[in-house]
């Protein structure tokens, strides 16, 4: 499967954005689907995975209540619209697709795929 990230820009902080996440290759039916995000000079972190039936997602702890993960099937494509947005959630998000099992999709190594990333800039 190849990906390609897009929707990243930047906002002021309390603002939102949406990313979309659009798949070729294969139907996202067959990932799990995660968006992650790398700051400068940090590790790539995990934000939001959702399951390859759609039905479960899970979220880190500092995104809850404002970030949401969802899929348009017939797109094939992922999304994470992100509202109230601060300047910690600056960073360059990524999308990820993996099959292996829901217990590890928090890990990155657990996804084979990446897209390219789409720069999130959150100013104060």
């Known amino acids: 499967v190849q990906l390609q990230a897009s929707g990243g820009g930047l906002v002021q902080a309390g603002g939102s954005l949406r990313l979309s996440c659009a798949a070729s290759g294969r139907s996202i039916r067959s990932y799990g689907m995660a968006w992650f995000r790398q700051a400068p000079g940090t590790e790539r972190e995990f934000v939001t995975v959702?399951?390859?039936?759609?039905?479960?997602?899970y979220y880190t702890d500092s995104v809850k209540g404002r970030f949401t993960v969802s899929r348009d099937i017939a797109k094939n494509t992922v999304y994470l619209q992100m509202n109230s947005l601060q300047p910690e959630d600056t960073a360059v998000y990524y999308c990820?697709?993996?099959?292996?099992?829901?217990?590890?999709?928090?890990?990155?190594?657990?996804?084979?795929?990446w897209g390219q990333g789409t720069q999130v800039t959150v100013s104060s």
């Open positions: 990820a697709a993996s099959n292996v099992v829901w217990s590890s999709l928090r890990d990155k190594n657990a996804y084979a795929y």
């Open positions: 959702i399951s390859r039936s759609g039905g479960n997602t």
